[in-house]
Protein backbone atom coordinates (compact mmCIF):
# COMPACT_ATOMS: atom_id res chain seq x y z
CA UNK A 1 0.00 0.00 0.00
CA UNK A 2 1.08 3.39 -0.57
CA UNK A 3 -0.80 5.50 1.78
CA UNK A 4 -4.03 6.98 2.31
CA UNK A 5 -5.52 9.55 -0.31
CA UNK A 6 -8.87 9.89 2.29
CA UNK A 7 -10.58 9.24 5.55
CA UNK A 8 -13.56 10.65 6.94
CA UNK A 9 -15.57 9.62 10.59
CA UNK A 10 -19.10 10.36 11.13
CA UNK A 11 -21.62 9.71 13.91
CA UNK A 12 -23.51 6.14 12.79
CA UNK A 13 -26.85 7.95 14.44
CA UNK A 14 -27.73 10.79 12.51
CA UNK A 15 -24.91 10.62 9.34
CA UNK A 16 -22.92 14.08 10.32
CA UNK A 17 -19.22 13.93 10.86
CA UNK A 18 -17.18 16.92 9.71
CA UNK A 19 -13.82 16.64 10.85
CA UNK A 20 -10.32 18.16 9.79
CA UNK A 21 -7.92 15.45 8.43
CA UNK A 22 -4.56 16.87 10.35
CA UNK A 23 -2.06 13.80 9.32
CA UNK A 24 -1.18 10.18 8.45
CA UNK A 25 1.66 8.19 9.34
CA UNK A 26 2.32 5.11 7.60
CA UNK A 27 5.09 2.12 8.95
CA UNK A 28 5.43 -0.82 5.83
CA UNK A 29 5.61 -4.00 7.67
CA UNK A 30 6.21 -6.17 4.62
CA UNK A 31 6.01 -6.84 0.73
CA UNK A 32 2.62 -6.86 1.21
CA UNK A 33 0.83 -4.86 3.92
CA UNK A 34 1.10 -1.50 5.38
CA UNK A 35 0.00 0.28 9.53
CA UNK A 36 -1.71 3.33 8.56
CA UNK A 37 -2.75 5.54 11.24
CA UNK A 38 -4.65 9.17 10.73
CA UNK A 39 -5.32 11.89 13.21
CA UNK A 40 -8.52 13.59 13.08
CA UNK A 41 -9.70 16.86 14.75
CA UNK A 42 -13.35 16.79 15.73
CA UNK A 43 -15.27 20.08 16.84
CA UNK A 44 -19.11 19.95 17.86
CA UNK A 45 -19.73 23.38 16.30
CA UNK A 46 -18.45 22.77 13.17
CA UNK A 47 -21.48 19.79 12.51
CA UNK A 48 -24.32 21.30 11.03
CA UNK A 49 -27.51 21.41 13.08
CA UNK A 50 -24.87 22.07 16.29
CA UNK A 51 -26.00 24.03 19.21
CA UNK A 52 -23.54 26.17 21.07
CA UNK A 53 -25.49 25.19 24.33
CA UNK A 54 -25.63 21.33 23.83
CA UNK A 55 -22.29 20.14 22.48
CA UNK A 56 -23.71 16.63 23.75
CA UNK A 57 -25.77 15.84 20.46
CA UNK A 58 -22.21 14.62 18.79
CA UNK A 59 -22.08 11.32 21.39
CA UNK A 60 -22.50 8.36 19.85
CA UNK A 61 -20.72 5.52 17.62
CA UNK A 62 -18.85 6.69 15.18
CA UNK A 63 -17.64 4.75 12.03
CA UNK A 64 -13.66 5.19 10.16
CA UNK A 65 -13.69 4.46 6.36
CA UNK A 66 -10.65 5.07 4.26
CA UNK A 67 -9.52 4.91 0.97
CA UNK A 68 -5.89 3.26 -0.04
CA UNK A 69 -3.47 3.98 -2.38
CA UNK A 70 -1.86 1.23 -4.02
CA UNK A 71 1.75 0.92 -5.46
CA UNK A 72 0.32 -0.16 -9.13
CA UNK A 73 -2.06 3.19 -8.94
CA UNK A 74 -5.14 1.77 -8.01
CA UNK A 75 -7.25 1.98 -5.18
CA UNK A 76 -9.28 0.26 -2.33
CA UNK A 77 -12.70 1.91 -0.95
CA UNK A 78 -12.61 0.95 3.19
CA UNK A 79 -16.29 1.52 4.64
CA UNK A 80 -16.54 0.67 8.39
CA UNK A 81 -12.96 -0.15 9.06
CA UNK A 82 -13.27 0.95 12.40
CA UNK A 83 -15.40 2.55 15.31
CA UNK A 84 -14.79 4.64 18.09
CA UNK A 85 -17.35 5.92 20.89
CA UNK A 86 -18.00 9.94 20.65
CA UNK A 87 -18.18 10.72 24.90
CA UNK A 88 -20.68 13.02 26.30
CA UNK A 89 -18.65 16.57 27.28
CA UNK A 90 -18.04 16.72 31.16
CA UNK A 91 -16.78 19.04 33.66
CA UNK A 92 -14.79 19.24 37.02
CA UNK A 93 -15.24 22.02 39.07
CA UNK A 94 -13.19 21.71 43.06
CA UNK A 95 -12.53 24.21 45.43
CA UNK A 96 -9.65 23.41 48.41
CA UNK A 97 -10.50 24.59 51.31
CA UNK A 98 -8.49 25.79 55.12
CA UNK A 99 -6.06 28.24 52.95
CA UNK A 100 -3.54 28.94 53.04
CA UNK A 101 -2.18 25.68 54.68
CA UNK A 102 0.99 24.76 56.93
CA UNK A 103 3.70 22.35 55.25
CA UNK A 104 2.06 19.16 56.92
CA UNK A 105 -1.47 19.94 57.17
CA UNK A 106 -4.67 18.80 56.38
CA UNK A 107 -6.40 20.65 53.05
CA UNK A 108 -9.94 19.29 51.89
CA UNK A 109 -10.74 19.24 48.21
CA UNK A 110 -14.07 18.62 47.15
CA UNK A 111 -15.58 18.78 43.87
CA UNK A 112 -18.49 17.87 41.16
CA UNK A 113 -18.38 15.69 37.84
CA UNK A 114 -20.98 16.72 35.76
CA UNK A 115 -21.88 15.18 32.00
CA UNK A 116 -20.92 12.26 30.90
CA UNK A 117 -24.18 10.35 30.84
CA UNK A 118 -26.79 8.96 28.79
CA UNK A 119 -25.82 8.34 25.34
CA UNK A 120 -22.23 7.37 25.19
Known sequence: MKGLSRI???NKSD??????WTG???VKKSATTSVCT???T??????????PEDVNHTAGIWQVNATDK?????YWIADDIAEFKMMRASKLITDASAEPVAKGAHL??????????GKT
Open 8 to 10: SVF
Open 15 to 20: GWGFSD
Open 24 to 26: TKC
Open 38 to 40: ATM
Open 42 to 51: IAPQWLPGSL
Open 70 to 74: ANDGD
Open 108 to 117: TVSGKLTGRT
